[in-house]
């Protein structure tokens, strides 16, 4: 081994080492300054790296410093716009909509800088871009494998440890501390190894090629859900709850396949015309999709308002539909499959604006979505007491925190309650609901204080109260006032009871002395339907409207 050869390897070693104690700590501290750590750099710069450590020299040093500083100024923003104005890093959002924009943007646009450092030049043909992604993704694959075997290996290893009664060696291997570090040492050499080997290239354009058979099968079921939409209508669509995601995926997938059957646009690769014809047509349909997606993202907005989640989706929806209308453009004006490599650079070039405005007060997202809910809840789009006033404080950093500040000044009485009721929140007692999905107490206390009660004129005692919202765990999906109601009823075997109600379930207490779970019903429940002047249980079972509902103990 020459002293280039072994000081890339020491290298190699460190980065993936210091890369998993970091990520290790993000993932086990749950609170505190670790969770700013700067996520985009950890995990990007060492795979960059890895990826193209053949190219080392000051060349590939410059790139990664150069990296290291752009993505180091999106992270300070970041930073700044998670920092709150209380002064605390104790709860801060989540990183994932940035690490995945900023990943993709990084994988699509560094194969330009190697063909760079490897030609001396910018002057290098669209196809050595091509077949640098790919092999980059190819070794991403390849080291995917390693990882899953290995850990495979691991989990076996494990079950025989403990079998012979040495329980702390599983314990040990798979503490997140020794597992992350151990996976991104074995990414890191898995890289470096298949580097060396020159079957990795073969393997790649073996993946292609069959890949590149998929594209005219998968464009039939495309085409055919498109022509199916007018005879099942949208609707059907929509209460599926994932339309967005599964039309997203339909889109990247034909994407991919494209780029699988054409590569860099120079050779045929269908002989049979009508293979060529089926996959052109499904680059038609991938306008169509982008329309609906937006149309459904735009229903949920309207109903909902803009989230960081929602925003995501969007960047997604029209990153996949630049793509599209670039693909759908070249073959309407028959320069298909000659243009693809324009149209993937243009592509690329219009999605990285996008990422960086993303990560600029222009489109942050936190500013968005703040904006987006205040103007909801001002013009009463949304009443007061639906409004997620902990999301804003917890969820959307600085500028949420300044959306309650506005809040209190401008907002009406109820308004001011509940940024009052959000700021009471003690920053652990937060923390512990991101863990468990159980509420603040002070937010299950509002919610229950705020759900309707039957027979009109009823009302829960303070005791009742307070024992509902320790009980919560039976309500996890429940958010919102709205979606609680509770019925009072007199039991012939159990004496005084009341009805928890949700959507579909209900929970029968005796609130007899203290009040204690006896059983539960199910049902299509809603407080219009719920007529207190005959609902009565008999016996374990609960009449409501002349409907027999079974109490289940």
């Not at 460190?14 to 750590?37: D, E, F, N, T, W």
């Amino acid at each position: 081994m020459n002293t280039i050869d072994r000081k890339r390897y020491i290298w190699i070693v460190i980065s993936a080492l210091v890369q998993g104690l970091l990520l290790a700590a993000y993932a086990v501290i749950p609170s505190g300054l670790l969770r700013c750590m700067p996520l985009t750099i950890i995990f990007l710069v060492p795979f960059v790296f890895w990826l193209s450590q053949e190219h080392w020299g000051m060349r590939l040093l410059n790139l990664l410093i150069g990296l290291t500083l752009v993505l180091g100024v999106f992270w300070v923003y970041r930073l700044w716009s998670l920092y709150s104005p209380e002064g605390s890093f104790y709860v801060v959002p989540s990183q994932k909509s940035d690490l995945i924009r900023i990943s993709m943007a990084v994988f699509l646009i560094i194969p330009f800088f190697q063909c760079r450092i490897a030609a001396w030049s910018w002057k290098f043909p669209y196809s050595e871009i091509f077949f640098q992604f790919c092999r980059n993704l190819f070794l991403l694959f390849q080291a995917g494998i390693v990882i899953a075997v290995f850990w495979g290996l691991l989990v076996v290893a494990g079950l025989l440890f403990d079998i012979v009664g040495l329980h702390n060696v599983p314990l040990l291997i798979f503490n997140p501390i020794t597992a992350v570090p151990l996976s991104s040492f074995t990414i890191a050499i898995s890289i470096s190894v298949a580097i060396k080997h020159p079957g990795i290239d073969s393997l790649g354009r073996w993946i292609l090629s069959v890949l590149a058979w998929i594209l005219p099968f998968f464009s039939v079921l495309s085409v055919m859900f498109i022509l199916c939409l007018p005879f099942s209508g949208l609707k059907t669509l929509w209460d599926t709850g994932q339309a967005s995601t599964l039309m997203l995926l339909l889109q990247f997938g034909t994407i991919i396949l494209a780029n699988a059957a054409y590569l860099d646009g120079t050779k045929p690769v269908f002989p049979n015309k009508y293979a060529n014809f089926l996959a052109r047509l499904s680059l038609l349909c991938l306008p169509l999709y982008t329309l609906l997606c937006l149309y459904s993202l735009n229903l949920r907005i309207q109903q909902y308002g803009l989230t960081i989640d929602r925003i995501q989706a969007m960047f997604l929806t029209i990153t996949a539909g630049i793509w599209g209308l670039g693909y759908a453009g070249a073959v309407v004006l028959k320069k298909w499959p000659g243009s693809i490599g324009r149209v993937n650079i243009a592509s690329i070039g219009f999605m990285i604006i996008i990422v960086a405005l993303m990560n600029s007060p222009v489109l942050d997202p936190y500013r968005l979505a703040s904006k987006n809910q205040y103007q909801r809840l001002m013009t009463g789009k949304i009443q007061p007491e639906d409004f997620d006033y902990i999301y804003a404080r917890f969820n959307l950093g600085r500028y949420g925190n300044q959306l309650l500040s506005d809040l209190s000044e401008k907002g009406s009485s109820r308004i001011k309650s509940g940024v009052s009721a959000a700021r009471a929140i003690d920053p652990e007692e937060y923390l512990h609901y991101t863990l468990t999905g159980i509420l603040p107490k002070s937010r299950r206390l509002e919610i229950i204080r705020g759900a309707k009660v039957f027979p009109h004129g009823a009302s829960l005692t303070d005791e009742q109260v307070n024992y509902f919202a320790e009980k919560w765990q039976y309500l996890r999906d429940v958010k919102a006032a709205k979606d609680l109601w509770f019925v009072f009823v007199n039991a012939e075997r159990t004496g005084k009871d009341v009805v928890l109600f949700t959507d579909e379930t209900g929970l029968v207490y005796n609130i007899d002395g203290t009040p204690r779970l006896v059983g539960s019903v199910s049902g299509n429940f809603t407080p219009e339907n719920l007529d207190t002047r005959t609902a009565e249980p008999k016996y374990y079972d609960l009449i409501i409207n002349g409907i027999v509902y079974q109490v289940i103990e």
